[in-house]
């Protein structure tokens, strides 16, 4: 049983969680970043040719550089975490929030200032160290913040929010590409317009969200029987690193994210790889039909961020690691057993989707999974610390699929013949490894004993 602070209880707890919900929304439109990579290339004097039958752009930023601005805006976002917890501890949720949201917004708006003759470490700034960073003070503080004022709905309120992030990137796609006009591809034009507008939107919505926030009270356990022999006992941030239970969750939660930098930076790719002839993989990788997939993978995120959060309440933590993990070995164990190539439609979509599924469940109920092992007490500076395994992952990823240098990927040859530059083999292979070592980590993973 949980107890709240009295002097709290009577905040309408739901409005912190809308006020969550339009955060969550703003931060997660970040993920809809693929779509400006083409129209940073062009702004900055890149030009369309045709190359080898196939449309490519020639110039500008390289194509390499432009797309690891995401990957640097995730390991930013993850370390940017270990300083907004207490930052948003000492000066209050709102003051706290407030604040990133405002630089959040400008940043969005400081890359109207990208064109012809900018460096790519103003775009890094921006979009990605900046950017980056305010996205995982925003994201994280307030998340733990509105699950310690649902001690008794933590799955749920989880899934709220965290699928309001991953819909952030739905919602925003579709507004960017609206704002964009004609067919919605973003080119040297409409840019400038599009980012003014997705920054103006962002902000309003992110400062309007802090707003509705209020500190969570101090949640303490009942002197129950049950609960004293330490199902609850909360452990303090230097406690739990003394434990091999927060290096297993680690290990699991930075397996979990891998799968967000495979379905973020490359999905599209992946899929014609998988479903095209060889002449044929830019063309589709670049077509409406491609623009649709990414849709239905962000669909899939959301879906499985609330029900998985919600089912967690249920059945508990590990079961739901259990299905979504051997889900994910299936969907490899797919990839990797398929010709490039040879795989249908109908089964790639089955296998992203199931991807993208897997990993909002997993990133939703890992916060309760921590919550649970190591107590409510600490939970957001407990949880800011294995969230740096999100980072590690996006990284991994990065010069995985890059064949070790993402500024500079060298060209992988697939079975049919296909040229790409993204490693897919190998990254899956590795994916797979980690995949059966965190099964077997939650098979034999045990709440930890705090000693007396």
């Known amino acids: 049983m949980y107890l709240m602070d009295t002097t709290k209880q009577n905040t309408n707890r739901w409005m912190v969680v809308l006020g969550t919900v339009f955060i969550q929304l703003s931060a997660g439109s970040f993920?809809?970043?693929?779509?400006?990579?083409n129209g940073f290339m062009l702004k900055t004097g890149g030009v369309v040719k045709m190359v080898n039958g196939a449309k490519k752009i020639v110039g500008g930023l390289p194509a390499a550089s432009v797309s690891f601005t995401f990957t640097l805006g995730m390991l930013c976002l993850s370390l940017a975490t270990l300083a907004g917890i207490p930052l948003a501890k000492k000066y209050g949720i709102k003051i706290v929030n407030t604040i990133a949201a405002i630089i959040y917004g400008l940043s969005i708006?400081?890359?109207?200032m990208i064109g012809k003759g900018s460096s790519i470490w103003t775009l890094w700034l921006f979009g990605g160290v900046l950017l980056g960073a305010m996205n995982g003070v925003l994201y994280l503080t307030s998340l733990t913040n509105a699950i310690k004022w649902f001690p008794e709905k933590k799955g749920l309120i989880s899934g709220i929010c965290v699928a309001c992030y991953g819909l952030g990137s739905f919602v925003f796609k579709y507004i960017d590409m609206w704002v964009a006009g004609g067919n919605g591809v973003i080119n040297a034009s409409n840019i400038g317009r599009v980012l003014l507008w997705w920054g103006i939107l962002a902000l309003v919505l992110a400062v309007v969200g802090s707003l509705l926030l209020k500190d969570a009270p101090e949640v303490v356990t009942a002197p129950s029987a049950a609960e004293t022999k330490s199902e609850n006992v909360n452990f303090s941030t230097s406690e739990m690193l003394h434990t091999p239970q927060a290096y297993m969750i680690f290990f699991c939660l930075m397996t979990a994210c891998m799968f967000m930098g495979l379905l973020g930076a490359a999905v599209t790719n992946m899929a014609a790889a998988w479903t095209q002839s060889p002449k044929d993989v830019s063309i589709w990788a670049g077509s409406?039909?491609?623009?649709?997939?990414?849709?239905?993978?962000a669909i899939a995120n959301t879906i499985g961020r609330f029900v998985m959060g919600w089912l967690s309440d249920i059945t508990g933590r590990k079961p739901v690691?259990?299905?979504?993990?051997?889900?994910?070995?299936?969907?490899?164990?797919?990839?990797?057993?398929t010709k490039p190539g040879d795989m249908s439609m109908g089964?790639?979509?089955?296998?992203?989707?199931a991807m993208a599924f897997c990993f909002g469940g997993n990133i939703t109920v890992f916060p309760t999974f921590v919550s649970d092992y190591f107590g409510l007490r600490d939970t957001s500076r407990n949880y800011s610390v294995i969230y740096q395994g999100f980072g590690i992952g996006a990284i991994l990823v990065g010069?995985?699929?890059?064949?070790?240098?993402?500024?500079?990927?060298?060209?992988?040859?697939?079975?049919?013949?296909a040229v790409l530059t993204q490693n897919f083999p190998l990254l899956n292979k590795v994916l797979l490894v980690m995949v059966i070592i965190s099964l077997v980590i939650f098979a034999v993973i045990k709440k930890p004993v705090k000693k007396a």
Do not use: D, E
């Open 31 to 37: 993920y809809a970043w693929a779509i400006f990579n």
């Open 109 to 112: 708006l400081g890359l109207t």
């Open 288 to 297: 409406s039909a491609a623009a649709f997939f990414v849709a239905v993978v």
């Open 321 to 337: 690691f259990f299905i979504t993990f051997i889900i994910q070995l299936l969907t490899l164990l797919a990839l990797l057993m």
């Open 347 to 353: 089964m790639i979509y089955t296998v992203v989707m």
């Open 399 to 417: 010069f995985l699929m890059a064949s070790g240098n993402p500024l500079n990927p060298g060209k992988v040859t697939l079975a049919n013949g």
